[in-house]
């Protein structure tokens, strides 16, 4: 697979990543991090926790790396043996590769992340792009998947016009356009330095895809046994969360839908809600 341009230029690259390396330098001392080897370029995965615990796989969304998980890798991490995964083509240490969307190549990519660390099985955490993979996954791998949760998820609804409109306004806007972004999608969030920072290393160095993620059909959601857990916020800026909970719940048996008031499209209270969602699906497995 040909490699796709991911940075605008290799310096670019470089201030993002050394930055991204400065968030790791203060992850928990037992994290390992290291890089493993796929059909599609290495991946880098930061894996915390003890090993005999549940495995539980952490997939960030777009523009993203898994500095996302900082806030929550601790509290996962008592247990859970928990993997964070930079996904391919994306805004961290993985391989440069973009797959098609309408491809399997994604979930092929997770399985070669799964056979690498020897996992039968894992509850997955998809936040809005990594919540596409994991459904993608969950749909073509059922058997592999113990419990499903969602954070603002892609591919259940089209993205909202008005974001469309948004982006291209705040895009030639500069400084005003780029803390106006911030606002529609962080919403009531107060950003810390870090988050700013971070965010306008990206606005300047990396180059976001621009294909749509193609919307899964009734058929293939209906093709998930286990148990899901959606959470959304109110306003969030890319996807009605209301018209994601509804068509997860038409067509999913076992799905249960949160959504937040006063909350955009980045949530930092998801860690609380998940885990309370993942023991209740083990209680009552055992």
Not at 7 to 26: A, C, P, S, W
Not at 171 to 200: A, C, H, P, R
Not at 259 to 286: D, M, Q, W
Request: hydrophobic residues 40%; proline residues 3%; aromatic residues 12%.
């Amino acid at each position: 697979m040909a490699k796709n341009l991911v940075f605008k230029t290799g310096t670019g690259r470089k201030e993002i990543l050394n930055y991204y390396d400065q968030i790791l330098n203060r992850w928990p001392q037992n994290c390992r991090k290291q890089f493993i080897k796929t059909r599609y370029g290495f991946t880098f995965v930061i894996e915390c926790g003890v090993k005999s615990k549940p495995a539980l796989i952490l997939l960030h969304g777009a523009g993203s790396n898994s500095a996302m998980w900082t806030a929550d890798v601790n509290e996962y991490s008592k247990n859970y043996r928990v993997f964070t995964v930079d996904i391919i083509g994306e805004c961290g240490k993985s391989a440069e590769n973009r797959p098609d969307f309408k491809s399997s190549h994604y979930s092929n990519w997770l399985i070669d992340v799964f056979e690498a660390f020897q996992l039968e099985d894992a509850s997955l955490v998809g936040c809005s792009l990594g919540g596409w993979i994991a459904i993608k996954f969950a749909t073509q791998h059922p058997e592999k998947v113990k419990q499903l949760a969602l954070i603002s998820t892609s591919g259940i609804t089209q993205i909202k016009p008005s974001l469309i409109f948004w982006l291209l306004v705040t895009s030639v806007s500069g400084k005003w356009g780029f803390n106006k972004m911030n606002k529609i999608v962080y919403n009531n969030i107060q950003l810390d330095e870090q988050t700013i920072q971070f965010t306008k290393l990206v606005k300047q160095h990396f180059i976001p895809r621009t294909d749509a993620l193609p919307l899964f059909t009734d058929a293939e959601l209906q093709k998930i046994t286990t148990p899901v857990f959606f959470m959304g916020g109110e306003n969030d800026c890319f996807f009605n969360s209301e018209k994601t909970a509804n068509r997860l719940k038409t067509n999913i048996e076992q799905a249960e839908c949160k959504i937040l008031e006063n909350t955009g499209h980045v949530i930092t209270v998801s860690a609380n809600y998940i885990l309370t969602f993942l023991k209740r699906c083990e209680n009552e497995k055992n």
